[in-house]
């Protein structure tokens, strides 16, 4: 809880940063501000702490959470530096990446549908500032403009949702309306498996989960490289946490009825994610693509519900989110004169071998091809889905699995090929984003060879 | 302790290969591989042929999965160990003469499959073997795309999704298995042998795991990506890929396989068995009309391999014996094989059986110990080749008198291609370029006549191999006895 106050002044810290003329200091104070929020996340562990009239509850889910999408933010600000140095509106960028990150926290630990509201909404609106941050390209305006109506859209019925469970249990507690549920199971109205429906269909769109997809190719191409790492590893695990909290806590007795629904729509994603993301041939489009893919199968393991769950998708949201932030890592300096086409990576091999080697490992991860940590993390969920008895679930997830190779294998070999005169020169990695390559790819080889120490925790 | 030291000689050593200096790594890989050798030789003199699970490792992995890092050595791990630690010596040596852009990633990806090899045919556990499974794909990969011909980018992701298909679908079977488990599931191999399973469930795990394995082996109908990843490869991958790698499929059909799932054999083991034998007539005759020579002995492979597969799944003493015996030596003649189709290409710059010819004249030497390969490979008495096709298709005429028959076709069709192929190169008329083809360097020497020599000496005195061999496959076939 203390992480989350400090959190939120860090964002105000950071805006007044402008006026009160500090902003040289603002990358130091955010970096520091950070680690010490770990370190009260850490310090939290094992307490269980329902705070607010149980509006906020920090059990080990939601400390496990938090503390990761922190690191992962701490991750992601050192690809940034250079963002927080050359931009104008440094000050801006820094807060609205905090409050961000607050409304994230927020979605992770609530316990109260209220407070997941608010926390979508805080996330939200600052990312959609973000999306279109880059105020003069266009695509980065449309992205902003695409992100915000479809986000508007997706709260909606998240909201509709809401209210008809409210209406129904009378209150907006995760555990009331659980037991509102289970007694009254059997002879529940209508309107509550509307209710159900509705949230179910606001938070597929949040996690873009297939048919609710449309809306994110586009919005993580427009989008600023660095917004779109942020939004397809921060964004997407607090979408995550949240969805099987809800789920888990409040709906687990009606997984009868919405287990197949959901099993449904994640074969759906993985498959048109991953058959999408084939034939892109931008970096980043189809970094999107196997982001939506990667959804698919988070997704499986809500459907599992099983006692690995908590610990699959955090595990796989892990393994996913760090080996996502060395490729764009890449991406950021490889598409910097606007080249983002894979074919651009030609020749990185010669030039650039230790590079290459860190971007391959990080691929690999992705693929899920041992020893790395997506393979654990694949591994884990596949087990708990089987254990759950759905096997055929599984068995499109090992084929879209296979489709996953042919793109991310396309990523590798386009390194391996010569690099011609026509290609232009090949943009050196160096500096923060070396560093953040080498660490996304150590912690996927570490995460791999040692699953344990993450596994254990959930 | 000795399994630890075996696995982790190639895995200290692969990454070590990045800070030696270009023209000395490949004398670092050969030291490597040749203690790597002693310490096989070593294994040996300590290895007692009746006690299962030797110089076992048993370390948890992740603990509250039921997984663990367990490995040891019987009568079967050792000699594919064996196996695999004679061809790196002579694989890394046949690399010396090539020009290599990047010799340090090339020796530590050789390197690096070594240990994974060794892991496959160590691992007591079935999660550790997945890992070792998938983790010899990954080198392989890299050594075909980084060095392979014209067409290796497809190639090369064509084997590799194909591989991969099967083995995912291993890891749904083996996932299956460890939730049958008992109390704390395990991942355990003798927790698995001694699963009671449903037939039906045994029928799917059965096609799970042929799927997986027929694959690497390959068998027909997949074998699709064998012949083109073969003739693309470099030829040390070539030699990777068919002297040990495809072993990694019948090694786990005689470990992972029969003893899992007997009656699912008992049900599908038949209609295996006819692939096996369409697999060897198939490609038979496919070898037949190739005018590559490489691409030749590529479907040559799949013809042998099939007659091994077909040997264990005839599910009797003297087919697995057949099938461990011939292991080792397709292992050892198909190297040969290929290092001479690498001479030859090097040497004449064409593989092309009909712009070859009359090569017999220019070097004796060179005649002799490719003749003596090639008798090997179509089993002439004396060979190698000979007594593990004997005991294969005595095996399979146990089974049924047909498919032994058929099955028997590879060895007239062998020796019809292979004498074919013999003649187009070595006799007949010189053709203009064969003065070209100059005598045998001293490294060329070196690789044909051990491998010569193995031949021999297997093909006269195999005894000690059944006698390592027999304790194990006996204890694998107690697994079956049980059903029948």
Same mark, same amino acid.
């Given at each position: 809880m203390n992480a989350l106050i400090v959190l939120a002044c860090l964002g105000i810290v950071a805006m007044m940063s402008e006026v009160l003329g500090f902003k040289k200091f603002l990358l130091p104070i955010v970096a520091l501000g950070l680690v010490s929020v770990i370190g009260l996340f850490v310090m939290d562990w094992n307490t269980a702490i329902r705070y607010y009239n149980d509006m906020l509850y920090f059990d080990n889910y939601a400390i496990a959470f938090s503390a990761m999408v922190t690191v992962l933010t701490a991750l992601w600000l050192i690809m940034s530096k250079e963002y927080f140095i050359s931009t104008s509106s440094k000050a801006e960028h820094a807060a609205l990446i905090l409050f961000c990150l607050t409304g994230a926290i927020v979605m992770i630990s609530y316990s109260d549908l209220s407070m997941l509201f608010i926390g979508i909404e805080i996330l939200s609106i600052s990312l959609y500032v973000l999306a279109a941050s !880059? %105020? =003069?390209d266009l695509r980065s305006n449309e992205a902003g403009l695409k992100y915000f109506l479809m986000g508007a859209f997706a709260t909606g019925f998240l909201l509709f949702g809401i209210t008809l469970i409210y209406g129904a249990s009378?209150?907006? =507690?995760l555990q009331e309306i659980a037991n509102y549920i289970s007694t009254n199971s059997g002879h529940l109205p209508m309107f509550v498996y509307a209710g159900v429906l509705l949230m179910l269909v606001g938070l597929l769109f949040k996690v873009s989960a297939?048919?609710?997809?449309?809306?994110a190719p586009d919005v993580y191409e427009g989008s600023p490289t660095l917004v779109t790492a942020f939004m397809s590893t921060v964004v997407k695990t607090a979408a995550f946490a949240a969805f099987y909290r809800l789920f888990a806590t409040c709906f687990s007795d009606l997984s009868g009825w919405w287990g197949e629904t959901i099993a449904f729509v994640a074969a759906l994603t993985m498959l048109v994610g991953n058959v999408l993301a084939v034939m892109q041939q931008n970096f980043k489009r189809m970094l999107a693509y196997s982001s939506i893919a990667h959804a698919g199968y988070m997704l499986m393991a809500i459907v599992a519900m099983s006692h690995v769950s908590a610990g699959a998708i955090f595990l796989y949201t892990t393994a996913y989110s760090v080996a996502s932030l060395g490729a764009f890592a890449c991406l950021h300096t490889l598409g910097? =004169? !606007? =080249?983002? %086409?894979?074919? !651009?990576? %030609?020749?990185l091999i010669a030039k650039q071998p230790l590079n290459a080697g860190l971007l391959c490992l990080a691929m690999l991860s992705l693929a899920g091809i041992p020893p790395l940590a997506g393979f654990f993390a694949k591994y884990y969920l596949f087990y708990g889905v089987i254990q759950s008895g759905y096997l055929w679930l599984v068995m499109v997830a090992v084929l879209s699995s296979l489709i996953g190779v042919y793109y991310y294998f396309r990523v590798i070999y386009t390194m391996f090929l010569p690099r011609e005169e026509e290609d232009g020169v090949l943009p050196q990695i160096s500096g923060s984003h070396k560093i953040l390559l080498t660490i996304a790819a150590i912690l996927s080889l570490l995460m791999g060879i040692f699953p344990g120490i993450l596994q254990g925790l959930l | 302790m000795l399994t630890l030291l075996l696995l982790f000689i190639p895995l200290i050593a692969s990454p070590l290969c990045a800070v030696i200096s270009r023209d000395k790594v490949k004398y670092f890989a050969l030291v490597v591989s040749l203690l790597q050798l002693a310490a096989t030789v070593y294994a040996f003199t300590l290895f007692?042929?009746?006690? &299962?699970?030797?110089f076992g490792v048993n370390y948890w992995w992740i603990q509250s999965l039921g997984i663990a890092f367990k490995a040891g050595f019987d009568g079967i791990s050792i000699l594919m160990v064996a196996l695999t630690n004679f061809l790196l010596p002579l694989i890394i040596l046949s690399s010396f003469r090539n020009e290599n852009e990047n010799p340090k990633a090339f020796y530590g990806l050789i390197l690096f499959m070594q240990f994974a090899l060794v892991g496959v045919f160590t691992a007591l556990d079935g999660f550790l073997f997945y890992v070792f499974w998938e983790l010899a794909l990954i080198p392989i990969y890299f050594i075909c795309l980084m060095w392979? *011909?014209?067409?290796k980018v497809r190639i090369t992701l064509k084997f590799f999704i194909y591989t991969l298909a099967g083995s995912l679908l291993m890891l749904v079977g083996l996932i299956y298995l460890y939730l049958q488990?008992?109390?704390?599931?395990t991942f355990d191999i003798q927790a698995f042998y001694n699963l009671t399973l449903t037939p039906e469930a045994q029928g799917w795990l059965f096609w799970a795991f042929f799927i997986a394995f027929a694959i690497k082996i390959p068998i027909f109908p997949l074998h699709t990506w064998q012949p083109d990843t073969y003739t693309d490869a470099p030829t040390q991958g070539t030699m990777l890929l068919s002297g040990i790698m495809l072993k990694m499929g019948l090694y786990g059909m005689i470990r992972w396989m029969l003893p899992i799932v007997p009656i699912g054999i008992s049900e599908w083991g038949h209609f295996a068995m006819i692939l096996c034998v369409i697999s060897i007539v198939y490609s038979s005759l496919m070898a037949f009309v190739q005018k590559d020579f490489k691409r030749l002995i590529a479907y040559s492979s799949i013809a042998h391999v099939g007659l091994i597969a077909a040997g264990i799944l005839s599910l009797n003493i003297q087919g697995l014996q057949g099938a461990m015996i011939q292991m080792l030596s397709h292992g050892v003649n198909v190297v040969g094989m290929f290092f001479i189709v690498d001479i030859i290409q090097r040497k004449m710059k064409t593989r092309n059986l009909s712009e070859l *010819? *009359?090569?017999a004249n220019n070097s004796p030497i060179f005649t002799i110990l490719f003749m003596i390969v090639l008798l090997a490979s179509i089993a002439l008495?004396?060979?190698n080749g000979f007594v593990g096709e004997f005991l294969l298709l005595n095996g399979i005429y146990q089974y049924n008198a047909w498919i032994a028959a058929c099955a028997g076709l590879t060895v007239i069709l062998g020796s019809v291609y292979m004498l074919r192929a013999y003649q187009a190169i070595m006799l007949g008329e010189p053709n203009a370029?064969? &003065?070209?083809?100059?005598g045998l360097s001293k490294i060329e020497k070196i690789i044909l006549v051990s491998i010569v020599s193995v031949i021999f000496i297997t093909g006269i005195y195999p005894k000690p191999i059944f006698i390592v061999a027999q304790p194990a496959l006996e204890d694998i076939l107690v697994h079956i006895k049980d059903i029948y």
């Open positions: !880059n %105020k =003069n009378g209150s907006f =507690n297939a048919p609710f997809h449309f809306w910097a =004169n !606007n =080249n983002e %086409k894979i074919i !651009n990576l %030609k020749g | 007692k042929s009746d006690i &299962a699970n030797q392979g *011909g014209k067409d488990t008992p109390g704390i599931h *010819g *009359g090569l008495p004396l060979t370029k064969y &003065a070209e083809f100059t």
